[in-house]
Structures are given as C-alpha cells and as structure tokens.
C-alpha cells in the first residue's frame, strides 16, 4: 500500500491531532480500492482489535469524507465508500461520552516503532507498541504518568538508531519514572534487552503499568519487573539491591523525569546509589526543556555529584518530517549521557 496511507495510518493510530495529520492526496482518496483500504485500516473493528475511541474516530472520518468528497472529478464514475458513509452514520447516532469524560476514559494508542533510515514495511508487518492511556488524567500524587510524552518518544527514536540500539541489545535495563512503560516496552519487545526493570514511583501507574505489559505480552517478570521506586532513598537491602544482584543493571533509562525542580535532589541522590552498586552504569536521560533553569538545577546538580554529563547529539526531526513515534518538537529537546569516574579518570 502506498507509503502516504501507511504514514497516515500510523499517525491515526496514535491518535495524532487531526489538525496535523498527513491527510493522503486527492488523487489516492477518490480511488474506491483505497477508500475500501481506509475503512478497514482504521475503522472496521473486525480486521483492527484496538481501535482509537468513536470520538477520536468521528473526529478524523469528517472531514476525511469531506476531502474524499472535494477529490471527485466526474460524479457518475466517482464514488464515496458506501462503507465509510455507514461508519460515520453510525458514529453520529452512538451517545458518545461528553469531552470531559472520554479525556478520562483508557484510550489504545497504538505506537510504530521503526527506526529513522530503516526500510518501510507493509502495514501489516508495523512493529508496533499498544498502550492504555488516560491522556489527561493526573492521579492524587499529581503524576501525569498515564500517557506517554514527547521526550519519551525522543528517547524511543533514539533508542531505535543504530547506534542506540547497541545501548539496548543484550543488556538488563532499569527504567526510572516508567509511567505508562513504553521505553520498558519498546527495549523488551523490540530491542532485545535481556530483561528490564520499570519502576515509577505512583502506585497508581505501576498498576497501569502491568496492563500495558499484558496487552504486550510482556507479563512474563523474567523479561520484565514492575516495582514502586520512591527516589531519594537508600538501595543497600532493598528490592532494589536484589533486583540488581538478579539481573545486574547495564543501563539507566529516564524520560521527562527533569521537570520538577523539587524532586531533583532525590534523583541525582537515586543515581548516586545506583552508581554505588553499579559503578560502570551508563544512565540515559531524556527531556522536554519547558523550563530552562529546571534543566540548568539537574545538569548542574549531576556536576557537583561528582557525574560525567555528555549530551547526546540527537536532533528531533519537525513532525511532518516524521515517519513513526509523532511528538510535537516546539519544545527543545535534550537528551544526555551519566556516567561516573572511572578511578583512573578522577
């Protein structure tokens, strides 16, 4: 199928506002074989188990149809699917949740995860990602871990280079702040980790978490481990130290995990004690610079602990130069490298 359809199937599936979609040309849309495509790539959910919701659905077949309808040139031999007509006709008579609860509701959203440069496959052979997420729902803790954000993704691109990809394969992997786990996700069932430990420190999204690995088949704990981790306190006879005489830590990953200057402190001190049983770790921390003096606290906070801080030099391309894992790039972002001293470096 043609690569402009396959683009904007992946971008529906992730429930891409519709406002930023790479709507496919005229000269596709007033093809019947394709109209046919789109109904059952987006809309049938007999071919597709885990369909976007009926108002994100509503929201995308209207004006579809209505691009549909502007591409016809010659009325008696162009036509509008019969079947996207009736899908539409039964979205408008479905009492849909009002804007305020669907915001609350779980929501599939389904990720692609191929890496930048690597050869397009058919829509149906997509490695793929599906998550449960409550995109705007914040728990008690004020925790936004219910949906995955941009610098997650940032780093999920990175992490599906090449080079990125060698940080992953064959390592046992600790994620910090996992929210809906799709880092843990991605390294488990994409990038060969050897296993993966994903720890937030909500139980509320711990519990979201496990979902998310199920809908994954990844609820297998040789594979992966879900725990509450609280930053700031001491690992020595904890889960933690355990966990990590198991499956010994080689990698560090965090995403979005800088914004709160608050909870800085404990992170780096988080870091210090993993160090401490890991001392050859490589920590890999990515995140969405909303405010510069956040960042400036973290990055100065891992000098004065004594850490190695090397930015990684990965760029986010603009969304419509995005071929999979769609985020928004008005907000800078940075990704960095922690290590320690080696004794022979101090």
Known sequence: MDLQLRLFR????????????????????????????????????????????????????????????????????????????????????????????????????????????????????????????????????????????????????????????????????????????????????????????ATDGDEGVVEALRENLFLNNLDDEQRVLTSILRWGRGLKGTWVEEDCEAWPYDVVIGADITYDKVAISALIATLRFLFDLRPFLIVIISGAVRNADTYDAFQQGCTRAGFVVTEVDFHAKPLREQKALFYATAVPMKMVSITKPRPDQT
């Open 10 to 197: 992946r971008q529906y599936l992730q429930l891409v506002e519709p406002d930023f979609l790479a709507w496919p040309p005229k000269q596709l849309l007033r093809d019947a074989s394709v109209q046919t495509w789109l109904y059952r790539a987006l809309f049938n959910s007999d071919r597709v188990a885990r369909l976007p919701p009926e108002r994100y659905q509503l929201r995308v077949l209207k004006p579809l149809l209505a691009r549909i309808e502007q591409s016809i040139e010659d009325p008696e031999e162009d036509e509008i699917s019969d079947q996207l007509m009736s899908h539409l006709s039964a979205l408008m008579a479905t009492a849909l949740p009002s804007e305020m609860a669907a915001a609350q509701r779980k929501t599939y959203v389904t990720f692609t995860c191929i890496g930048p440069g690597q050869a397009e496959v058919g829509e149906t052979d997509d490695p793929t990602i599906t998550l449960l997420e409550r995109r705007h729902l914040i728990s008690g803790s004020q925790t936004t871990g219910f949906r995955t954000w941009e610098a997650a993704l940032h780093l999920g691109s990175y992490l599906l280079t090449s080079q990125g990809s060698d940080i992953v394969r064959g390592k046992s992997i600790l994620e910090l702040g996992a929210g809906t786990g799709f880092l843990s996700v991605l390294c488990a069932k994409h990038l060969q980790a050897k296993h993966v430990t």
